[in-house]
Structures are given as structure tokens and as C-alpha cells.
């Protein structure tokens, strides 16, 4: 090799660690750790960056006291489905391994402020925390489990919709939760619904937004139909603020917005009006 | 020719036409060919259509001369009295309701309209119902329980509109709440894909004791179009989607997700309409007459519709992904 190639060889930069996190929203420059402290919000405009399942457990109940159950229902591909990018099989297996969770969404018991609830939390990062039949499985199987013993159902939302690849069977999910719910209000049990960026498609048009109680992040996009095929359709700009949990808000479709680290406190503020 | 597909029977067409005309000018032995050749066109139509790709079922579906949730009222029905409103802030044309009567048999008929005539279809935005008609839905889906009727909905549509006024007024809430209440009432509900299932907007008022299926209808999480754009990054690989998707009747009879296929005539609805329409009347006459005598009531009967659709995509170790 003659010297002149070596020089071009790039320089080794992986003995800097990356100290600093770039918010999305505003491009601020925030160091990581204070940015993790402040909960993943930035301190500069407070946009609130997506949490996975598991951060947003930790965050909503108490410590020690989470205890999942349903790990054992995992993917399935009933329609032998296959992309222009292979087969669903291995995408979903390889989300599996990925992420540690069993599906798009996480469900167990554990105690907010003293108070044992059950808990269902969407993780947007698992194929986009697209609803599918093992999702549907687990969110339903959390729903009896409330309603087995006795306790308050809190839903946390993170998702673009239903899983295409699981077809029609994805789309019964909707069905099946909204069933399981019907069963809860019979049972007279309360359910907090909690809306986090995003919550759209499917979930939007099943059990998200029918909440006792529907909490919002701030800034969280809520809505059935996309931005464009909307604007496609009627041929016409929407309002920079279309779908956000303000415009929720103030359209009388969430009961509040609350910041992310008042979550846990309201919640349990909630919760001690029935489950006390 | 309606469709692409239809092209093989065109030569035979042709000829049925060419010796009708030829009959009309008072030749003879033009009226006993053609019978010879209508039987032969019958035949060939019958395995053509037996023969269709998900694709080509999607385009038959799709067909704007399937009859219409309106048509089904006023052809099918003895008596229809529409309902309008939905007693909140408006009357949604794109979902139809009222009482209907068949003989003896009183029920409530749902069903998205997607209309006849451009000014009514433009009306009633394609079928592609707002929260308003997914209200209107609701409501007369409580008056039927409290009046003792069974509901019938006809499902055709491409799916919810996706409209600013429908995404302000809670198009998402309100067919989750459709669902909810579906899921709770205590009467029998009777839900018939006549002819597109669109999605969550479809679901929106199929949740049924039964549900059953047009022989060339489909129902799907997404379009094959907004899939393959999605899935494939192009629109145009929908053919594959709509493969891909499992979309078709018989697939959703394999599935599980419907119980029933209710035949089509010769040649799917859009060619004989008044036959179509006259073989729903009696798939709802069979099914009502079974579904009253035979279901549970009350509790236990929403207590079996949970379990019908827990039933879907029950979680089966053997059939897990291998992580």
C-alpha cells in the first residue's frame, strides 16, 4: 500500500462518546444525560421524545412492583405473508430478539402509588407497534386479567395502526379488544386510556379513545387517517396543528394533556377516586 | 365488457350479438343457434369467474353496478322506513338505516351507501361513511335492542373517510365506540359483505353474531393499493397485495373470520342485480329465521359474540415465529 491511500483511511472516532442529544423538534443541543433525567423531554421546547414499553413502565409504576405476564404469546404469521422485502416470519422473529419484548406491546400488573393495576404498554418501536393477532391476544388477555381480579385497566397507546401482515386477522383484533372492553365496563371496572406519540389507524379506532379517562403527552399526533391521504383527498392544506392531542383537546376527544412527568401522579390522582 | 379478464368471452359475445341481429332482421335459423351459443357463454362465464385472481376479485367487487345498500332496502325489503340523523349534529348519507320487513321478518337494515347516480354518490362521498353515519349506526343499533329487532348491515365500502371534518368530529372514537357497542348488544346482528370490506370502516358495523360474504366480495386490513405503496413502495405492485392479503371469501372462510359465502348469479351481481339481490333476501331469511330460534338471548348471547371473535388469532404455539 503506498502512503498516499493511508492518509485517506478515515480517522478512528469511536473513543468520543456521544455526549450530547440533538431534539428532534427543535435541534437543540442537549447533553444525553440531562435529557434521560428530564424523562426523554426536551428541556429546551419540551417535545416529548417516543419511550420504549419498558421505559414507560418504569416511569408509571413503583419500583420492584411491575410483574409482566403473557411473554409466552410471540408473532404468528397465519398468512404465510411475504414483501418486496421478504418474509414477515423473520421480520417479526428478528423484532422479537431486537427489542425483548414478546410482541408490540408489554402487559402485567404492578402498583402506581400503592394502587395494583393492570397495565398494557404499546412499544411504537416493534414494527411500529402495529396491532396484531399476538398483540390483540395480549391486550386482551390483560383486560381479563383485570376483570379476574378486580382491578382498575390502563392502556398505553403507541401505534401506527394494524399489522398489515397479519391481514384481515389484524384487523378482528380491533374487534377482540373492543370486546374485552365491553366485558370490563359490564365488570363496572375504570380503564385510563393514555394516548403517546403516535396513536393512529386502527388503535385510534378501537380501544385508544375510549377510555373512562383518555390522557394525553403533549404534542402527541392522535388520528385515524394519515396527513396525506387526507390532503389528498380533499385537496386541500391542514392546519399545522391537525391531529395533535391539543387539537384533541380542544375537539373533546382527550380528557387532558398532561406532561410526562406529572403522568404517574395524575394517574394515581385518577385512580384513587375508584380503586380506593 | 366490464373487465379486462372478460376478454377470452368476447369472440362468443360477438357472435351472440351478430346473430341476434341477424334474427331481428327475420332470419330463422339465427333463433336456434343462439340459444346453443347463450348456454356456451354461460358455461365459459361460470369458469371464468370460478378462475379469478384476488386482483380481478377486487375489481368485480369494486363493480358500480353491484346493487347498492339502497337498492337491497327498496328491491329486497316488503316494507323500509329510513331513520335519519345521528341525533348529535348530522344525517350521514354514506351509512343508510331504517326498518325493514321481509314477509313476516322485522329487522333493522344497516348498510353503507355508495350510490347510483354521480350527484348521489358524490353525496354520500363513495360509501366512505363520517363519525356522524358511524353515530346514526349506533343509535339505531340501541333502538333496535330496545325494540326487540334483529340487525342486519350490509358492508361496501373502500373504508372510513378520511376527511377533516370526519378527523374533528372523532372518526377514530367513533367507530371504536360502533365496536363497543356492537360488542354489547342484546340482539342478534347479521353482518353481509356485499361487496368491498374497507378496513376499519367496514368493521364499523360488522361486528356480527354471523357474518357472512358475497361470493366476489373481499374484506381487508388495508387496500391492496395502500398496501403494496406501503409494503412495496409502488402502487402498482397491488396485484401482489391483494395475493398477499387474503382477501378473498373463501380465504376468510378458511381464516375463520366469516361464516358463510352467499352465492353471486352467473357472471357476479353487477350482472344480474335483481338475482343478486333476490339471493341476499333469502341468506337473510334463512340466517334471521336460525339466529331467533336458535341463539342465546341477553347476556349469554353477547357473552358467545365475545367469544367469536376472541376466537380470531387465538395464540397457537406451534404457529409462533421462531425467534
Known amino acids: 500500500m503506498g502512503w498516499f491511500t493511508k492518509t485517506t483511511e478515515p480517522r478512528e472516532q469511536a473513543a468520543l462518546p456521544d455526549l450530547w442529544h440533538v431534539c428532534p423538534a427543535c435541534q437543540a443541543h442537549v447533553f444525553k444525560d440531562e435529557w434521560e433525567a428530564a424523562l426523554k423531554v426536551c428541556p429546551k421546547c419540551g417535545h416529548h421524545d417516543r419511550l420504549s414499553a419498558r421505559e414507560r413502565i418504569g416511569l408509571l409504576v413503583d419500583p420492584g412492583s411491575f410483574r409482566e405476564f403473557g411473554t409466552e404469546i410471540l408473532p404468528s404469521d397465519p398468512l404465510g405473508f411475504s414483501d418486496a422485502k421478504g418474509p414477515y416470519a423473520a421480520k417479526a422473529a428478528a423484532a422479537v430478539k431486537k427489542l425483548g419484548t414478546s410482541e408490540s406491546v408489554v402487559v402485567g400488573s404492578g402498583n402506581v402509588e400503592g394502587t395494583r393495576v393492570v397495565l398494557a404498554v404499546m412499544d411504537f418501536r416493534f414494527l411500529g407497534g402495529s396491532l396484531s393477532t399476538g398483540c390483540g391476544e395480549k391486550i386482551a388477555l390483560a383486560i381479563q386479567h383485570a376483570i379476574d381480579f378486580n382491578r382498575a385497566f390502563v392502556m398505553v397507546s403507541a401505534s401506527g395502526g394494524a399489522r398489515m401482515h397479519e391481514g384481515i386477522l389484524s384487523l378482528m383484533q380491533m374487534a377482540k379488544t373492543c370486546a374485552a372492553l365491553q366485558r370490563l365496563e359490564r365488570a363496572g371496572l375504570p380503564y385510563v386510556s393514555i394516548l403517546t406519540d403516535p396513536t393512529t389507524g386502527g388503535v385510534s379506532a378501537s380501544y385508544a379513545l375510549l377510555g373512562d379517562v383518555n390522557l394525553a403527552e403533549p404534542g402527541t399526533l392522535i388520528g385515524f387517517a394519515g396527513r396525506r391521504v387526507i390532503e389528498t383527498t380533499i385537496k386541500q392544506k391542514l392546519p399545522d396543528d391537525f391531529q395533535t392531542a391539543e387539537y384533541q383537546l380542544e375537539h373533546g376527544f382527550v380528557d387532558a394533556i398532561v406532561p410526562r412527568k406529572e403522568l404517574k401522579a395524575r394517574l394515581a390522582q385518577l385512580l384513587a377516586f375508584r380503586m380506593k | ?323
Request: aromatic letters at 6%; glycine letters at 10%; one cysteine or more.
Open chain 2, 1 to 323: 365488457m366490464d373487465f379486462d379478464f372478460e376478454k377470452p368471452l368476447q369472440p362468443l359475445r360477438d357472435k351472440i350479438d351478430a346473430l341476434v341481429a341477424k334474427s331481428r332482421r327475420g332470419d330463422p335459423t339465427a333463433e336456434a343457434a343462439l340459444a346453443g351459443l347463450r348456454k356456451q357463454l354461460a358455461k365459459e362465464s361460470a369458469s371464468l369467474y370460478a378462475r379469478l385472481t384476488p386482483w380481478e376479485t377486487v375489481q368485480v367487487a369494486r363493480h358500480p353496478g353491484r346493487p347498492t345498500a339502497r337498492q337491497y332496502a327498496e328491491k329486497m325489503c316488503d316494507e323500509f322506513v329510513e331513520l335519519h340523523g345521528d341525533r348529535v349534529c348530522a344525517d350521514d348519507p354514506a351509512i343508510l338505516g331504517g326498518l325493514a320487513r321481509i314477509g313476516k321478518t322485522r329487522f333493522l337494515l344497516l348498510g353503507h351507501q355508495k350510490g347510483t347516480t354521480t350527484e348521489e354518490r358524490i353525496a354520500c362521498r363513495f360509501g366512505m361513511a363520517n363519525p356522524d353515519g358511524y353515530r346514526k349506526a349506533d343509535r339505531l343499533m340501541k333502538l333496535a335492542e330496545k325494540w326487540g329487532l334483529p340487525v342486519v348491515t350490509l358492508v361496501d365500502t373502500a373504508g372510513a373517510y378520511p376527511g377533516l371534518e370526519a378527523e374533528a368530529r372523532g372518526q377514530g372514537e367513533a367507530i371504536g365506540r360502533s365496536l363497543l357497542v356492537m360488542a354489547g348488544l342484546k340482539t342478534p346482528i347479521l353482518s353481509i359483505v356485499t361487496g368491498e370490506g374497507g378496513s376499519g370502516g367496514a368493521l364499523g358495523i360488522a361486528l356480527g353474531d354471523r357474518v357472512l360474504m358475497l361470493q366476489f366480495a373481499v374484506y381487508s386490513v388495508i387496500s391492496p393499493e395502500g398496501c403494496a405503496s406501503i409494503l412495496w413502495r409502488d402502487g402498482a405492485k397491488a396485484p401482489e397485495a391483494a395475493a398477499a392479503l387474503r382477501i378473498t371469501a373463501k380465504d376468510l372462510l378458511r381464516l375463520g373470520v366469516v361464516d358463510g359465502i352467499v352465492p353471486e348469479p352467473e357472471g357476479a351481481a353487477h350482472a344480474n342485480p335483481d338475482r343478486a339481490i333476490a339471493l341476499v333476501r333469502k341468506a337473510i331469511l334463512d340466517n334471521l329465521a336460525d339466529m331467533m330460534a336458535n341463539a342465546p338471548v341477553g347476556d349469554r348471547l353477547v357473552e358467545e359474540r365475545f367469544r367469536k371473535f376472541s376466537a380470531m388469532g387465538k395464540f397457537d404455539p406451534k404457529k409462533a415465529v421462531k425467534a
